[in-house]
């Protein structure tokens, strides 16, 4: 029986599938099917993929870009093993919620120049991807890969499309992807408008925005997903936006846009193993029926680590003497340590745990004062205050400051006074960028409330 890969498009109130065999050089089937509840979702899936084949089929299904964290993280060292047991700790400071809430994943690491690398890493809530499997499991639907959108298609179609720009237009969110030699390096969320006038001209700014950032010019535009539609497509080209298509078949025939989403998973879910991409079913997450596979791992883990215990037990009897003047050594090493790092505190038993209180402590106060490669969350207050424009009545109701950015909400006068005070914050060594992300006048119109995202010059 011939293999299946299976791509899910859960992007709205439709579902839409993808089915392609062993040689994916075609689809064999696409489909889609509407639903207003988890149990119409499994029954439209199961009319367009027939019954799920256990040890035939791999299915990969991404999540929607808004429901994931994303960020770009560096490490001392390139061994995968480590940078998995590191990652939480690296994510942890750089998410606004608790790392316990989320569940991690990384892409390969990628070798720096100077050492160590660097790797795109994600965190998403574990009670989302609880409840979405627990629909697939319950119905005895086999999910092999859990990917993040836009990376997932990406991958999927990086062999047509090996630099460009990636526009996903969804049914709940739209996203634009550079792509750099088949990777997705960097992406935007694009906040739908009700029309495609008003799409286009978004599409047009943040593909204006990436390009600059990585320093690339005229790179053409490929539009998938089923807002899609020829009009935009028309109307990007009158703007001089170069567009190109993806070309796949059904039937002989071409699939149409709205359906490629759905074959980028497909082919997603047929990639190797072995080229790690982001996919939420591993560990306890894993299938059942690849827990064979893992047992051996484990057994094998098991040998070796009572090998390893045995063998060090050995050495520790025949050199516990001198074993213990070099522990008695290391107690007053750390002792001393102690004393010249935090003057005044008194040493306990535990000298390794007292230490990492204190410096749990030291880090909390850090935070509480603001730190990061831009300079103290204060020292950034003070640049915006002395950057807003004298003749203009802002008031700012929330203040939210990152590594990467500051994002500021509140109310002014005018959107004359908003484009002012965008201008002149813009001017500011700090900041490389003041993107007004909303604004909108109040009913009697004296007043316009506003949001404006503002980005921090790159280091380096």
Not at 110 to 125: D, F, H, I, M, S
Request: overall charge neutral.
């Amino acid at each position: 029986m011939e293999k299946r890969f299976i791509g899910i498009d859960l992007n709205g109130s439709c579902i839409r599938v993808a089915i392609m065999e062993q040689d994916r050089e075609a689809a064999i089937a696409v489909g889609k099917h509407a639903f207003t509840t988890p149990e119409e979702m499994i029954s439209g899936l199961r009319e367009i993929i027939g019954d799920p084949r256990i040890f035939g089929d791999r299915v990969a299904l991404a999540v929607p870009a808004v429901e994931v964290f994303v960020r770009q993280l560096k490490f001392p060292f390139t061994d995968a093993r480590k940078i998995e047991s590191a990652l939480p700790f690296e994510l942890s400071s750089q998410l606004p919620v608790t790392i316990d809430e989320l569940t991690v994943d990384f892409q390969t690491p990628l070798p720096e120049k100077e050492g160590g690398c660097r790797t795109c890493a994600a965190a998403l809530r574990t009670e989302y991807l609880e409840k979405l499997l627990a629909t697939f499991d319950g119905a005895d639907i086999p999910v092999h890969i859990v990917d993040v959108a836009p990376f997932a298609y990406a991958k999927g179609v990086r062999e047509q499309l090996r630099d460009g720009l990636l526009v996903v237009l969804g049914e709940e969110e739209t996203t634009l992807g550079l792509m750099k030699e088949g990777r997705l390096t960097q992406y935007r969320l694009i906040p739908g408008t009700g029309d495609e006038d008003g799409m286009a001209r978004l599409l047009l700014r943040e593909a204006m925005s990436l390009q600059r950032d990585s320093g690339s010019q005229n790179l053409p535009m490929t539009l998938i997903g089923p807002g899609a539609s020829p009009t935009l497509e028309e109307i990007l080209r009158s703007s001089g936006r170069r567009i190109e298509r993806l070309r796949f078949f059904a039937s002989g025939r071409d699939i149409e846009p709205e359906y490629l989403p759905a074959v980028a998973l497909a082919l997603r879910a047929a990639a190797p193993a072995k080229e790690r991409e982001f996919n939420f079913r591993r560990g306890k997450y894993a299938l059942k029926s690849e827990w064979a596979g893992l047992k051996k791992e484990l057994i094998a883990a098991s040998i070796v680590l009572l090998l390893t215990i045995a063998t060090l037990g050995g050495a520790a009897g025949l050199n516990y003497a001198h074993k213990s003047k070099q522990l008695q050594a290391l107690d007053q090493q750390m002792v001393s340590a102690f004393r010249e790092t935090f003057p005044g505190a008194q040493p306990m038993v535990d000298i390794p745990l007292q230490m990492r209180s204190r410096i749990n402590e030291l880090r909390t106060q850090a935070r509480q004062i603001g730190s990061g490669p831009q300079g103290s969350a204060i020292s950034v207050l003070n640049e915006i205050s002395q950057r807003m424009p004298r003749d203009v009545t802002v008031d700012v109701r929330d203040m939210a400051f990152s590594a990467d950015m500051v994002r500021i909400e509140g109310v002014t006068t005018s959107f004359d006074a908003i484009n002012q005070i965008a201008r002149s914050l813009q001017e500011s060594p700090l900041f490389a960028e003041a993107q007004i992300a909303d604004a909108k006048a109040s009913i009697d119109g004296n007043r316009v409330d506003f949001r404006l995202n503002i980005t921090f010059q790159r280091r380096g």
